[in-house]
């Protein structure tokens, strides 16, 4: 046989060899990629489940701030504005806690009570929602406590004085 079909059977022997440790290498690469995104989907999954279920755990506060949820009122978290009471509302709320029991925030507040004065110049105050229960088939907050940031001083509010109830619907 000469040298060059043994040279050219060498050849492809070689390059049959070479392809065949790169198909090997290819399907062990992929088997490596499919068991990270599974393991990847897993974890994907376990953080949206423990996000869904902390956020169905996590009360909506029912509110009647503007015009469109005036008569209704409307399920959120976090609101910038809410109207605690007919009386009584808070703004630029800075909400530092909201979870399954209580939601703690801090904001401006103006009320009937002391049109007067507080239009314009809203009262700084701490706003704790709290008592929460199950209400038209959604967990809502069901109370309040208001405290003012100097103390209740010269209002005598009935929204000053306790826990009061919320709109709950």
């Known amino acids: 046989m000469p040298s060059t079909t043994r040279r050219t059977r060498r ?7 070479a392809l065949a440790g790169v ?7 992929t088997a490596q990629a499919a068991d990270a995104a599974t393991a990847s989907q897993r974890t994907a ?49 800075d909400w530092k806690k909201w979870d399954a029991k209580r939601a703690v ?15 314009d110049k809203p009262l700084k105050a701490t706003v704790t929602l709290s008592d929460p229960r199950t209400v038209d088939g959604r967990k809502v907050y069901t109370s309040f406590t208001l405290k003012l940031a100097g103390g209740a001083g010269q209002y005598d509010a009935e ?11």
């Open 11 to 17: 050849s492809r022997t070689a390059m049959g060899a």
């Open 23 to 29: 198909a090997v290498l290819g399907m062990f690469a």
């Open 45 to 93: 999954q376990a953080v949206h489940s423990t996000s869904v279920a902390r956020a169905g755990s996590t009360p909506y506060v029912i509110n009647h701030y503007g015009e469109e949820n005036a008569d209704r009122g409307r399920a959120e978290r976090n609101p910038a504005h809410l109207v605690l009471s007919e009386f009584t509302s808070i703004n630029a709320v």
């Open 105 to 119: 925030g801090t904001g401006e507040v103006t009320g009937s009570w002391c049109l007067e004065t507080c239009m």
């Open 159 to 169: 929204d000053l004085h306790g826990t009061r109830p919320l709109a709950t619907n």
